[in-house]
């Protein structure tokens, strides 16, 4: 009894952690690339695999920190992902929103690593910005508007990164 109810909740376990954030200096810009483990619970794998469009967001902030002060958000940007499955040619499909030409992948996991490793933020170099905060989460507003309730509350639909910074006086110049 109590195997399978471990068994039950590691199941549809779901995870993401921002692991590392990669910042590289060139010219008035930083080149900023989050590094992401997303593990998915079966519920949104499932839906995926049955026609569900399932949206990501992926942010990034340039923040002056503020000594006693809240900190200032100095530039906030965000990519919009959206995978799409077709079960005729069993792809899997990645869309950036922002760009015209989509991805195609044999594999979830495929899709999830170009998905979670290889997204670039270009943000323009401020003087007074001290680090650069990221976060990934699912965009529960795109999901068909008879889901959006019910998976509200679900915690099998609740992936969320919670926001990581790292100091810019800590990269390496390059």
């Given at each position: 009894m109590f195997v399978g109810c471990l068994w039950l909740i590691f199941a549809g376990a779901q995870s993401i952690e921002l692991e590392n954030i990669t910042i590289k200096?060139?010219?008035?810009?930083?080149?900023?690339?989050?590094h992401y483990r997303i593990e998915l619970s079966e519920a949104i794998v499932e839906a995926i695999r049955n026609g569900i469009e399932v949206?990501?967001?992926?942010?990034?902030?340039?923040i002056a920190e503020k000594n006693w002060w809240p900190d200032q958000i100095l530039t906030r940007t965000e990519k919009r992902f959206e995978i799409h499955y077709f079960s005729l040619s069993n792809q899997y499909q990645l869309k950036q929103l922002d760009v015209a030409k989509p991805t195609a992948f044999m594999t979830l996991d495929g899709l999830l690593q170009q998905l979670t490793q290889k997204t670039r933020f270009d943000?323009?170099?401020?003087?007074?910005?001290?680090?650069?905060?990221?976060?990934?989460?699912?965009?529960?507003r795109a999901?068909?508007?008879t889901m959006q309730l019910p998976v509200l509350f679900d915690p099998q639909?609740?992936?969320?990164?919670?926001?990581?910074?790292?100091a810019l006086a800590n990269m390496d110049p390059s």
């Open positions: 200096s060139l010219n008035n810009q930083w080149h900023v690339t989050p949206t990501f967001v992926s942010e990034v902030r340039l943000l323009k170099k401020h003087p007074e910005a001290s680090a650069v905060e990221g976060r990934f989460y699912l965009d529960h999901l068909p508007s639909w609740s992936i969320e990164a919670q926001p990581v910074r790292r």
